[in-house]
């Protein structure tokens, strides 16, 4: 059985992994069916998420990139969360939904981003995402002051 600590340490160093995503693909997959994940492997399945939505050493598929940001967003990622937003908001590998979009929108922005895990203050594209919503009105009232509040935010 693989367990999360060969797949965080498959390179050597987690960094790594990324140049070679058609090989650990199936590594991570293999962990995430085994059920066992520490907080790092939480954190960055999003890019198994990317793999799916890019057709990185697998096949194109929007619903299965979807499914895993949902993962990672539900375990506490607000770039994922962030993601999720956006393809809600433009029906990506889902069903188009602003209410949701603008909820998961609001998560990423309360958070910080653990993608630099330095922004403390928020995710910056949640809060210029947030803030569109505020502007346009996607899944929210069109409240101009608080669409700027969210964009200096992002600034």
Known sequence: MV???QVLNNNDNRLNWKDNLKYDLPIFLASQNSGHFDV??????????DCYYNGTGTAKDDEKAFQWYMKSAEGGNHTAQCSLGYRYENGIGTTKYEKKAFQ???KSAKGGSHKSRRNIGGDRD???NLGDCYYYGIGTTKYEKKALHRYLKSS
């Not at 492997?41 to 890019?47: G, P, Q």
């Open 40 to 49: 790092w492997f939480i954190l960055e399945i999003i890019w198994i998420g």
């Open 126 to 128: 949640g809060q210029n």
């Open 104 to 106: 998961w929108y609001m």
């Open 3 to 5: 367990t999360e600590l």
